[in-house]
């Protein structure tokens, strides 16, 4: 499957000179969005993974599904200030600015094999 033909491009988006890259035309589509989650498993599937991270928000689109698939736990990393416990953060540099991202800091062990997506 040819899933750069399933993935809108927005150009200018949000600002001049950057092309945003639309996913909610490929994930509206079972066949492509089955097509990207099976891939990940197929890939993943005999590596002992425990844990799927997620990044907000595509990260959150597949990476619940990727983990059940899986038999492994999900982890969502979200933006600052959503998650109510304690965190560990990290910002990071944007093509438009500066962000930062959190997750709980008791969400993974020591002992877990984790798939990033």
């Known amino acids: 499957m040819d899933l750069k033909k399933e993935i809108r491009e927005i150009p200018d988006y949000p600002k001049k ?42 990260g959150f689109i597949f990476g619940g599904a990727i983990a059940s698939r899986l038999k492994a736990g999900f982890v969502p990393v979200r933006k600052r200030n959503k998650l109510p416990y304690k965190v560990l953060s990290e910002t990071y540099e944007l093509e438009y600015g500066e962000d930062k991202i959190e997750m709980h800091e008791d969400a993974l062990t020591k002992n877990d094999i984790v798939l990033i997506h």
């Open 17 to 58: 000179g950057i092309n945003f890259k639309d996913i909610t035309t490929l994930i509206k589509n079972y066949k492509a969005l089955n097509y990207v989650i099976d891939s990940i498993v197929d890939e993943f599937k005999d590596k002992g993974i425990t844990k799927v991270v997620g990044l907000e928000a595509r």
